[in-house]
């Protein structure tokens, strides 16, 4: 059986959306590409784990895999 990793690979799925980004720059320079990335991953996986969980800080913060103080700065932090 193959299991959710298998089936759903987060990198080939990065990398797709990376590249329609960057196609999407038509010839304008990308600055600052890695920053932007990882705040804007970061803020959706954050949201969606919340969603998940119906708010639920305690365990969005057990999927996410990080302690609820951290969860709630990066929530102040990207003001969502």
């Known amino acids: 059986m193959a299991s959710v990793t298998d089936k759903y690979n ?10 329609r980004y960057l196609k999407q720059l038509d010839g304008h320079q990308a600055r600052k590409l890695y920053d932007i990335f990882i705040n804007e991953a970061e803020k959706g ?6 969603e998940f969980t119906k708010n639920n800080h305690t365990k969005c913060s057990e999927i996410l895999g990080i302690t609820r103080t951290t969860l709630r700065n990066k929530i102040r932090k990207h003001k969502l």
């Open 10 to 19: 987060l990198q080939d799925f990065t990398r797709k959306m990376l590249r």
């Open 45 to 50: 996986i954050i949201l969606e784990v919340m």
